[in-house]
């Protein structure tokens, strides 16, 4: 029987966190420290990195976050920086970085890599992009009008039934769309906890699939996301009454 092949993560930018990241991973993972930026992207493509953790408390942090985004070899790994600035945090949202956290929560590492790290095989890779190509299903078609009509929970259940019967990594098209239309509805309830939850879950999903999928603009569906949990976050919980439903944007189809 073979071992099984440990996660790599990536660190990049020489935090001060970085002996402690390495601490609470052990033998979990194996961690690469990244200190400069000569070939970055030669690097990641050939470590394969199931995460990458981007210091975010030095000026260079944007360079980290975004060159990734730049190249299609790359662009799928997941980035979470982490910073003591929440405005540095904000910014990365939209930057490129797929979560932003501050040094403690990385307390809880291995956590962090098993909900968030992924690495799909070059066949996996090969077949979601051949699934993505593919006209999206009658059944999601009908999720995505449900969605765009704010009827967010009737367009669970059209996705979940489609999740279940579909057996290939394009269900995480799916799952994605499912899970930022239940946070949506979570906020439309008042629910802040959540409405949080269901944005955090949904990255994992959205981070791995290519920027247009079976006609969905994912690109832009990852963007409003992020922007929704960030105006979300600069709120306290119980003023989430004051959320601007404006952003709660509907899922663009590109060939309609």
Same mark, same amino acid.
């Given at each position: ?5 440990? $996660? ?24 690469? =420290?990244?200190?400069?930026? =000569? ?9 394969? %990195? ?17 060159? @990734?985004?730049?190249? /299609? ?20 949202? +939209? ?6 956290? /501050? %040094? ?29 190509? =593919? ?17 967010? #929970? ?14 290939? @990594?394009?269900?995480?098209? #799916?799952?994605?769309? +499912?899970?930022?239309?239940?946070? #949506? ?6 629910? #802040? ?12 999903? +959205?981070?791995?699939? /290519? ?20 105006? +979300?976050?600069?709120? $306290? ?12 944007? %509907? ?6």
């Amino acid at each position: 029987m073979t071992d099984k092949i440990k $996660p790599l993560v990536v660190i990049a930018g020489q935090p001060d966190w970085a002996g402690q990241a390495r601490q609470t991973l052990g033998d979990a993972c194996t961690v690469v =420290e990244y200190t400069s930026r =000569e070939g970055y992207v030669s690097r990641l493509v050939n470590d394969r %990195p199931a995460l990458i953790l981007v210091n975010g408390d030095t000026d260079d942090w944007p360079f980290w976050t975004a060159t @990734p985004r730049a190249s /299609p070899a790359t662009r799928r790994i997941p980035i979470l920086l982490i910073s003591v600035d929440k405005d540095v945090q904000v910014k990365a949202l +939209l930057s490129g970085a797929d979560l932003a956290f /501050p %040094p403690d929560v990385l307390a809880d590492a291995r956590q962090l890599v098993a909900d968030y790290g992924h690495v799909r095989s070059a066949e996996e890779i090969e077949r979601l992009d051949c699934e993505c190509a =593919e006209r999206l299903p009658e059944l999601a078609r009908q999720g995505v009008e449900k969605f765009n009509a704010g009827d967010y #929970y009737r367009q669970h259940d059209l996705f979940e039934a489609l999740w279940m019967q579909t057996q290939g @990594p394009v269900r995480d098209l #799916y799952r994605a769309i +499912l899970q930022v239309g239940i946070a #949506y509805f979570q906020i439309t309830r008042g629910n #802040y906890r959540g409405a949080l939850k269901m944005l955090l879950r949904s990255v994992q999903w +959205l981070a791995i699939l /290519p920027d247009v999928c079976q006609g969905v603009d994912v690109r832009r569906l990852r963007e409003d996301s992020y922007r929704v949990r960030s105006a +979300l976050e600069s709120l $306290p919980p119980e003023e989430i009454d004051r959320f601007d439903r404006s952003l709660l944007r %509907p899922v663009r189809i590109l060939d309609e």
